[in-house]
């Protein structure tokens, strides 16, 4: 399967502005699926059962669980084992992690129709995949050129990103002397967060900070998990942990809410941090809502009790007053945040709120 999966690679980089299946419709079908940035899951899907197709013609390819039958594919083991490499190695624009692990796929176990995704959104573009997948069962034969399709839209949809990124990166000043004071890198992360799908960022955020001070602090965060990964999957114990210089073991925790904090929360940590081997010294949640004065105070009476200082802090507070603590290096912090916006996979931060932080920092850094 790896050498098909190669060789459509090699037909769709050599001209990818060839239309490779001649139906108009299912061109526009496969377009849309790819552009489309509310949902990336449909487009593994379908790389995953064309593959399928092309191997083994007498799949369907609306049967992806191998307990269906003898028409059926292991649709989940093609997309992490085949699919996922695939796309890491040539970076396209998808999910990083494999379709059968979103809310649309993730509670299905028979064959897919329209009906299997009524409250998926946007709606549109299971509607599409599924049209797609009917037309392959009765054309066979066309797997190959819809997959060849697909990844030539995705390579073109790469380069068009990329070539967008490097001229706003092009228009942001490298000159000292249009550094952003901290009060106006606060102002325009206000405005990043106030985007749509911002929810990743107040960790980008901390991270960045730690990130620009490194060499003082001798503090270092561990490696991130996926933006949508649980805790009790991963083992970690927040969303960041910090570490000192050439020690493993957590010393501060961070735990990140989009949302107001609850006494409840509260309590959810306390339980948490108990059941430790190792307790950190600080667990800190960052919010972006405002803070009861009653859960500052709860969280405040558990550190005679648990040894472990918990405190709720306001995300941009928290970051000002870094910014100012750290004044000389606020320009490192905002090119480290920069950096991380850019590398998060597009399930966690989008190419929009990608391309909207370059082009606010463009606009912050014009002087009159």
């Known amino acids: ?54 191997y083994n ?6 049967q992806p669980y191998p307990k269906l039958g003898n028409r059926s594919f292991a649709g ?11 796309i890491h190695r040539y970076q396209l624009p998808c999910n990083d992690t494999t379709a059968f692990l979103t809310p649309a796929f993730r509670t299905l176990e028979t064959a897919i ?7 998926c959104r946007p709606a549109f573009v299971y509607n599409n995949m599924m049209d797609i997948l009917d037309y392959v069962e009765m054309h066979p034969t066309t797997a190959i050129s819809i997959l060849t399709q697909i990844i ?8 068009a990103t990329e070539n967008r990124v490097a001229q706003l990166i092009e228009g942001i000043s490298s000159d000292q002397e249009s550094a952003l004071s901290s009060e106006e890198i606060t102002t325009l992360l206000q405005q990043h967060l106030k985007c749509r ?33 649980a805790d009790s999957q991963t083992g970690a114990i927040g969303d960041i942990e910090i570490m000192l210089q050439g020690d493993d073991a957590t010393v501060t925790c961070y735990e990140m809410k989009k949302k107001r ?13 108990v059941k430790l081997p190792q307790r950190p010294d600080n667990y800190i949640i960052i919010t972006t809502e405002r803070i009861d004065e009653e859960v500052k105070e709860l969280a405040t009476s558990f550190y005679n009790k648990i040894e472990v200082e918990i405190a709720v802090l306001d995300c941009l507070g928290f970051i000002n007053h870094f910014l100012h603590f750290f004044h000389r290096y606020r320009t490192s912090f905002l090119d480290h945040y920069q950096q991380l916006v850019l590398d998060e996979p597009t399930s966690a931060v989008s190419q929009p709120l990608k391309e909207a932080f370059l082009s606010l920092r463009r606009v912050a850094e014009i002087r009159e």
């Open 1 to 54: 399967m790896e050498k098909i999966l190669e060789k459509a690679y090699q037909h769709a980089s050599k001209q990818p502005n060839k239309q490779f299946v001649t139906n108009s419709k299912m061109n526009a079908l496969i377009d849309s699926i790819c552009k489309c940035e509310g949902s990336k899951a449909p487009i593994r899907y379908l790389m995953s059962a064309m593959l399928a197709k092309i």
């Open 57 to 62: 013609k007498s799949i369907d390819t609306r």
């Open 76 to 86: 989940r083991t093609i997309d992490e084992n085949i699919i996922q490499r695939f």
């Open 113 to 119: 129709t329209k009906s299997s995704f009524e409250k």
């Open 152 to 159: 030539a839209d995705l390579i073109l949809i790469k380069q």
């Open 197 to 229: 799908g911002s929810s990743r960022l107040p960790v980008l955020m901390v991270v960045a900070a730690y990130q620009a001070v490194q060499h003082l602090t001798k503090e270092n965060h561990k490696p991130l998990f996926a933006h949508n990964a």
């Open 261 to 273: 904090v609850s006494t409840d929360d509260i309590y959810v940590c306390v339980e948490k941090i």
